[in-house]
């Protein structure tokens, strides 16, 4: 006997916040600044502002897949799609960190060729367009700070803006050493340091968004401590096919078939069980949306080795 849980609209709300006016504004300023760092960086023949730049045009890409990502979140739900476009912010995320994985490998790359054969640098270009890039990326981490941990894909986006912010503090602290000392290896260095800061925050946000995409099992449950609590309800004798994974940011899913006495299929009780289980799901482990499907222990006999 299967018991579920509400369907879309009926008390359960899918629908995704809304990032969008934060996230066009941020991708504005960053196709600004993209434009004055590649001129700037052409002009003074700085690695370290084009290096800025390539990055940069991987967080406008990044970016833009954001803001589609948000405006398809907040599609509703229909019979095709049950849960709508909720899972955009995990694709978003995982195509944004693959890209600036890309660029974080090839900025390592050059930087490494220019430290063998330093280039001549016009460092007061270099220092002017670092310094316009900073207020900019300023101005856009200000735009996401307030939201920065509402899902996968403002995250990603807030990832992209604060380590352009730090490539712009380290081009400007490379074309300063420039024009101190005239060593220009200052240069590829602090190409070096924008690189390694792209590497290892984007691998972690790569990875959770594969964790979301294979469904794992969300982050901070732990899936037999559920098994015990279920386990530890009157007339509960098994519980199998017990799954748990996340459609979304703040969006975590479980169903179990729950194997129970059969005078429960007589008593009348399988109502008030079905209310104790999901409360329990939803209070204590923050599982809002479950699917519970009763069983009688000769069911068992009517399933296939899959659901053991």
């Known amino acids: 006997m299967a018991v579920w849980s509400p369907v879309v609209g009926e008390g359960h709300s899918h629908a995704a916040p809304d990032h969008r006016g934060r996230l066009a504004v941020a991708l504005a300023i960053a196709v600004a600044v993209l434009a004055a760092e590649t001129v700037g960086g052409l002009t003074a023949n700085s690695l370290a502002l084009l290096a800025d730049a390539g990055h940069l045009l991987s967080d406008v890409a990044g970016l833009l897949m954001a803001v589609v990502a948000a405006v398809l979140m907040r599609r509703p739900p229909t019979d095709k799609r049950t849960w709508g476009f909720r899972r955009a912010e995990v694709l978003a995320a995982a195509a944004q960190a693959a890209i600036l994985l890309l660029v974080g490998v090839l900025v390592l790359w ?22 316009v890039a900073l207020v900019g990326n300023i101005a856009a981490v200000a735009v996401l700070i307030g939201e920065r941990t509402s899902n996968l894909n403002m995250r990603a986006a807030f990832l992209e803006v604060v380590n352009d912010a730090l490539g712009s503090v380290a081009v400007l602290i490379a074309a300063a050493v420039i024009a101190a000392t005239g060593w220009t290896r200052a240069d590829p260095i602090a190409s070096l340091v924008i690189g390694l800061l792209i590497l290892p925050r984007t691998l972690r946000l790569l990875w959770e968004s594969l964790r979301v995409l294979l469904e794992s099992t969300p982050k901070g449950l732990d899936l037999a401590e559920v098994r015990q609590r279920i386990l530890d309800r009157e007339h509960v004798l098994h519980v199998h096919d017990l799954h748990a994974s996340q459609v979304a940011t703040g969006l975590p899913v479980l169903s179990a078939h729950v194997v129970v ?19 329990c799901l939803a209070d204590d482990f923050d599982i809002e949306h479950s699917t519970i499907q009763f069983e009688p222990s000769r069911h068992s006999e009517h399933e296939g080795e899959t659901h053991r």
């Open 110 to 131: 050059i930087a490494i060729v220019r430290l063998i054969h330093p280039p001549v640098v016009e460092e007061r270009t270099m220092l002017l367009v670092a310094l």
């Open 261 to 279: 006495d059969d005078s429960c299929f007589y008593d009348g009780h399988l109502a008030s069980m079905l209310d104790e289980l999901q409360s």
